[in-house]
Nanobody, 123 residues
Framework: VQLQASGGGLVQPGGSLRLSCAAS????????RGWFRQAPGKEREGVLA????????FVADSVKGRFTISSDNAKKTVYLQMNNLKPEDTGVYYC?????????????????WGQGTLVTVSS
């Protein structure tokens, strides 16, 4: 499975961005799709995950109420909508896929990773 992340960029605090993650090969809607991020000098952390089969989601407390995740199953694409962005949201955002079928935000569970897209929140 190949994952292609896109949509990163520079945005001012309080602004919004939408990231996309397209799967280039066959994936099951029962595979969990997740977004992770890594800030400079920090460990990678899970942000949001979705089970495309039923739309259930898993949200990290740090982004609850500001970020949402959705999926277009026909396009095998997952989206991360980020609103009210803060400087501490700056980092490289990675999309990933877990073929276990278990909805989670544990990066060691994810088997396939996209290349990452940089999000910079700064005035």
């Amino acid at each position: 499975v190949q994952l292609q992340a896109s949509g990163g960029g520079l945005v001012q605090p309080g602004g919004s961005l939408r990231l996309s993650c397209a799967a280039s090969t066959f994936t099951s809607d029962y595979y969990a799709r997740g977004w992770f991020r890594q800030a400079p000098g920090k460990e990678r952390e899970g942000v949001l995950a979705i089970s495309p089969s039923d739309g259930s989601t898993f949200v990290a407390d740090s982004v609850k109420g500001r970020f949402t995740i959705s999926s277009d199953n026909a396009k095998k694409t997952v989206y991360l909508q980020m609103n009210n962005l803060k400087p501490e949201d700056t980092g490289v955002y990675y999309c990933a896929l877990d073929d276990s079928g278990w909805l989670n935000l544990d990066d060691f569970e994810y088997d396939y990773w996209g290349q990452g897209t940089l999000v910079t929140v700064s005035s």
